[in-house]
């Protein structure tokens, strides 16, 4: 933990440096978090990840950004004068060698900074630190919480029982209920990752969510995303229609609201009851990014020019959009196309 900080270098996304005016670059929709990475090629060997052990991927990559390399110390006052759109700062660690301690160190550094200009000047703002990061111990979740992490992202990513081994790697059930257990230790604090397009069923999605938000975890929802160089480069993406009406469910788990699912036989989402669905499913927020308060993570599954999987921001197109999925809109009753 005893680090020297001088001359460390860490990534940062190329939006990220936009928004702090490092970069000189267009922000269609400029990011609301800063997101930062940490270390590089994993030892993991996730099939669709171009920081994979295996994968021939550029490790400037995760998911379709980019993520140029950058002086901690420069960063770091960027990041003090953060303009106010900018809400919260997450670290995306890789899980190179010793990954556990370089996010402790950065974490520490960041937040002691963060308090320690918020006591010169009352106009700062401190901003909440996320770290999204794979453990298997529970006292590394305490640990980075103890270094000043506000939330934790916990990634199960794969929720397919059957494909989890080979996609993911580990076992899932142990992995699933660390998360569960984490929830339940740091109530409200722990955010999940779910890709949709991993094999699943949308049965397995809803048993997932199920579990997730029982506990008060938050799911941060992705669409799978083809990357060149991955185990997974040529897999189809899940289709946009599909996709919205996983949003559609997560959204109502995270909004507390009681639904009946019916899936056919082979797990599939074909309608969803409840009170007053049919009024829930016209807001513009259930398709915007999920995950943290404020990660909106412009364009991270999406070209600038669509499809739009996760809107960064509330989408005006509305009914369009839930024309597209739905085949009826019933006060109590929403029927999918797909
Ligand atoms: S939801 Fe966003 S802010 Fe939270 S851990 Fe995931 S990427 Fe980071």
Known sequence: MKKDSTAKIIRASIGSLGVLGLRN?????????L??????????DCAYCPQARTSHGSTDFLSR??????????????????????????????????????????????????SEAKESSSNLRTLPISVSIRLSDISDVKRLFDA????IGLAMDVVSR??????????????FHFILSAGERFKGRITTHVIVGMGETDEELFNAFSGFYKRNI????????????????????PSLSR?????????????????????????????????????????????????????NRPYYNEEPLGPMFNYPFIPDETERIV????????????????
């Not at 940490?38 to 993991?44: D, I, Q, S, T, V």
């Not at 938050?218 to 993406?237: C, D, Q, S, Y």
């Not at 997560?250 to 007053?276: A, C, Q, T, W």
């Open 25 to 33: 670059i267009k922000l269609p929709a400029p990011p609301t978090t």
């Open 35 to 44: 997101y930062l990475m940490l270390g590089e090629k994993c030892m993991f």
């Open 65 to 114: 950004v980019i993520w140029p390399k950058i002086d901690w110390e420069l960063l770091k006052n960027a990041v003090l004068k953060a303009p106010d759109i900018v809400k919260r700062v997450c670290f995306q660690v890789v899980s190179s060698k010793g990954y556990v301690e370089e996010a402790l160190f950065f974490v520490q550094d960041l937040s002691r900074t963060l």
């Open 148 to 151: 000043g992490a506000e939330r």
């Open 162 to 175: 059957d494909n989890y081994a080979n996609i993911r790697g580990g076992d899932f059930d142990r992995d």
């Open 218 to 237: 938050t799911v941060g929802l992705f669409a799978f995303t083809p990357i060149k160089g991955t185990r997974m480069e040529n897999a189809k993406r």
């Open 243 to 295: 996709y919205r009406k996983i949003q559609f469910m997560r959204y109502l788990f995270s909004m507390n609201k009681g639904f009946v699912p019916h899936f056919d036989e082979n797990g599939k989402l074909i309608s969803i009851e409840g009170e007053s669905v049919g009024n829930f499913v016209k807001n513009g927020a259930i398709y915007m990014t999920s995950g943290c308060p404020n990660c």
């Open 323 to 338: 024309n597209e999925f739905t085949e009826k809109v019933e006060r109590n009753k929403v029927v999918f196309r797909e």
